[in-house]
């Protein structure tokens, strides 16, 4: 296998693809750490790392002590949320944008939630693709 940098991101892509291709369902068990170490020749912090990142990805849940499994995929959310005028200003001023400009980009903006900051807060990401 590759370097030790990216073994752990090489098995949680195969697994990722077995969950894709329909081998693990969701519910099913994903191999332990142990299997993975077995399967893959890698140490225990290698596919411990593995299983972090399906985790982080939303991909499986761990359950202590019994193991850790496929999660449901997340569901489709839709709606609106309003917006105070000032985050508006604030893009309209960090990226010299017009009204029209937010208007013709927003719609086409990709956002994600990113960890929350010292003051509790909710910190989004975002980028125009």
Known sequence: MADDGTKYRRIADDIRANIANGHLAVGDRVPGENDIMA?????????????????????????????????????????????????????????????????????TAQVRLAETDDGGRWVVEYWTP
């Open 39 to 107: 399967r893959y020749d890698v140490a225990r912090m290698t596919a411990r790392q593995a299983l972090a990142v399906l985790r982080e990805d939303g991909i499986v849940d761990v359950q202590r002590g019994r193991g850790t499994f496929v999660r449901a995929a997340p569901r489709a959310l839709s709606g609106s949320v309003e917006v105070p005028k000032e985050l508006l200003q604030e893009l309209q001023a960090r990226h010299g944008l017009s009204e029209a400009d937010l208007r013709r980009i927003l719609p």
